[in-house]
């Protein structure tokens, strides 16, 4: 596919999106259970990339849809369906963990501090997490230096190097600027570097002879499209 056919197809999905929260709008649960089959496969493997836990996702995904038909008059349709939705999954995901931890509340446009000085990239991996990942011996390994990082890190890197989105599309989903996405992104992929660091060496060579210059990880990364069980419908 063409970056102008995918372009187009994205389009069509939105404008299909818009007008079935139009006729959900109107009364017609059967439209918004329509927009639920959609994305709740997404909506799950985002809410597992946040909480680590099945159970915890399922829950966040359920009230994440329950929310979104309880305000559906509050969205002013200024972007994508699936962006909205989207936030309010890791609103709900992020509210999840702070009930859970009884720590300070943690949210999505929390600043760094003042002054901070940031690299341009920190893309120089060692070692690489998408080989890494790509090899399923390391997979719980990976897993467990994610749910290390802060929840507000692990949502940037969940948008940005898992589910792919790019830096404008994920500052639409948390409402951060551009530098704030890129700030957060930084951080965590340092972050993941030096936890990953504590079981391997920083012998990048010896690791791309190991696991290969590339192992489809973007697509294991992403919990092979786990769905989440019937019960989201409205």
């Not at 799950?44 to 966040?60: C, G, L, M, P, W």
Request: net charge negative; with cysteine.
């Amino acid at each position: 596919m063409t970056a102008d056919s995918a372009q187009f197809a994205a389009m069509a999905v939105a404008t299909d999106d818009l007008d079935l929260v139009h006729a959900s709008k109107n009364g017609d649960v059967a439209a918004f259970e329509q927009l639920v089959k959609r994305y709740d496969r997404k909506l799950f493997r985002i809410a597992q990339h946040v909480t680590h836990n099945r159970e915890d996702s399922e829950d966040v995904v359920q009230e994440a849809f329950l929310k979104a038909f309880q305000h559906l008059g509050e969205f002013r349709e200024d972007s994508k369906f699936s962006t909205w939705l989207i936030r309010i999954t890791l609103n709900q995901s992020l509210m999840k963990l702070r009930k859970q931890r009884r720590t300070k509340e943690v949210a999505l446009d929390e600043d760094f501090q003042a002054g901070e000085m940031l690299p341009m990239e920190v893309a120089d991996w060692a070692p690489n997490p998408e080989q890494l990942y790509g090899a399923s011996e390391f997979r719980d390994i990976l897993v467990k230096a994610l749910k290390e990082l802060r929840p507000v890190l692990r949502a940037v890197f969940v948008l940005r190097d898992i589910e792919g989105f790019s830096t404008a599309q994920t500052a639409e989903v948390l409402n951060l600027s551009h530098a704030a996405v890129k700030a957060r992104l930084w951080r965590g992929r340092l972050q993941l570097r030096e936890r990953l660091n504590r079981y391997f060496g920083k012998d990048t060579e010896s690791e791309r002879a190991m696991f290969g210059p590339g192992c489809g990880a973007a697509e294991e990364l992403r919990f092979q499209e786990t769905a989440s069980p019937s019960g989201c419908a409205v």
